[in-house]
């Protein structure tokens, strides 16, 4: 019996609030998908573009897409196809994101912690020695 790798299922995150409330699950990429990713975005043409998105409907799990009459936008390359090419775009990034590991934002301001010791140490500007008067040999 052989080793078979899981297949990770990422629950993506989203900056902004265009995006919030959007919940997105969609499974890993292969290495061969990554790359494929990366040549249709350097391509831009309608064909890489057409097979980033079936890419991108075939791995989806689910989501909580809705159109304008409320109903759930299918998991398919048909419900991928009706939406914004700008929603699209924000849900592949985030999904190259996950799957490269990238951390989301950290939130700012931190309520727990000391403040660093290095901001309270006190720093001086040092003067330079006086010119040396010795005669090299």
Do not use: C, H
Not at 80 to 95: E, Q
Not at 99 to 110: C, I, K, R
Not at 111 to 134: C, K, Q
């Amino acid at each position: 019996m052989g080793y078979k790798p899981r297949r990770k299922i990422y629950t993506l995150a989203f900056e902004g609030e265009e995006y919030e409330g959007l919940e997105v699950k969609i499974r890993g990429l292969n290495t061969g998908q990554v790359m494929d990713i990366d040549a249709a975005r350097a391509d831009g043409g309608d064909s890489a573009i057409v097979a980033m998105l079936q890419l991108m409907a075939e791995q989806l799990v689910e989501w909580n897409v809705e159109d304008d009459e409320g109903q759930p936008v299918p998991t398919t390359f048909e419900g991928v196809r009706s939406l914004d090419i700008d929603f699209n775009w924000a849900v592949i990034d985030a999904w190259q994101n996950a799957a490269a590991g990238v951390p989301a934002p950290l939130e700012s301001g931190s309520t727990s912690g000391e403040p660093s010791l290095v901001a309270s140490i006190p720093t001086e500007t040092l003067s330079l020695p006086p010119e040396s008067t010795a005669v090299p040999a």
